[in-house]
């Protein structure tokens, strides 16, 4: 399986600021994904990557609050925008690829 | 909308006991089945994959998946409380180039008690 290396591990943030999560994987892969998962909920998809395509957001969403880049096909971003306590929760990284798996996480607190 | 349910928890096993884990899904069109293992403050570990119909086996843990049923399962033979974690149900709905794109059930808490 794929190796991802996912950082920060953790920040605390000032509301209205932005965070911006990088994963690295050891392998090219063509799609990867961004999830949230809030305190004491599952996960939820916030959107899908490509490479040299613009990301593709789940319902609710949207791209100024979560930008993605997908530079090349072992790097994407993802970045918090205009932060608020809600925003609190743990951000992962995943890529599909013989068998699905998962970056480290970044727990994100918003104070 | 595509959903993913997962039998309420928290269950609780004694050491050496079956856990049994299950989970349904609503898309028919579901292809590709996932039970993670996620430990407290830690991102989810992939334990068990299962795409056919039937029983998967892999140490301790068995998959079972009946598609006519939209139901999958994860049974952990002889539990250890080092198996004390949540599991979650991942379902794959879109299969394909889309591989990857995961919908969660909310999880179960499996806590094993020596």
């Known amino acids: 399986s794929a190796v991802i290396s996912q950082k920060p591990s953790r920040d605390i943030c000032q509301r209205g600021t932005s965070l911006t999560i990088q994963c690295q994987v050891d392998?090219?892969?063509?799609?990867m994904f961004w999830y949230r998962q809030q305190p004491g909920q599952s996960l939820t998809l916030i959107a899908t990557?490509?490479?040299?395509?613009?990301?593709?957001?789940e319902s609710g969403f949207v791209i100024d609050k979560f930008p993605i880049s997908r530079p090349n096909l072992t790097f994407s971003t993802l970045t918090v925008s205009n932060m608020s306590p809600e925003d609190s929760s743990i951000y992962l990284c995943?890529?599909?690829?013989?068998?699905?798996?998962f970056g480290s996480g970044t727990r994100l607190t918003v104070v | 909308q595509k959903e993913v349910e997962q039998n309420s928890g928290p269950l609780s096993v004694p050491e050496g006991a079956i856990a049994s884990l299950n989970c349904t899904y609503s898309?028919?069109?579901?292809?590709?089945f996932f039970w993670y293992r996620q430990y407290s403050g830690k991102s989810p570990e992939l334990i068990m994959s299962?795409?056919?119909?039937g029983d998967k086996e892999d140490g301790r843990f068995t998959a079972q998946l009946n598609k006519a049923s939209q139901y999958v399962s994860l049974l952990i033979r002889d539990s250890q409380p080092s198996d004390s974690a949540t599991y979650l149900c991942?379902?794959?709905?879109?299969?394909?180039?889309?591989?990857?794109?995961?919908?969660f059930g909310q999880g179960t808490i499996l806590t094993v008690h020596p």
């Open positions: 995943s890529v599909g690829q013989q068998g699905i798996v």
């Open positions: 392998s090219q892969v063509t799609m």
């Open positions: 990557a490509n490479q040299g395509s613009e990301a593709t957001y």
């Open positions: 898309d028919r069109g579901s292809q590709s």
């Open positions: 299962i795409y056919s119909n």
């Open positions: 991942a379902v794959d709905n879109a299969g394909g180039t889309s591989y990857g794109k995961l919908t």
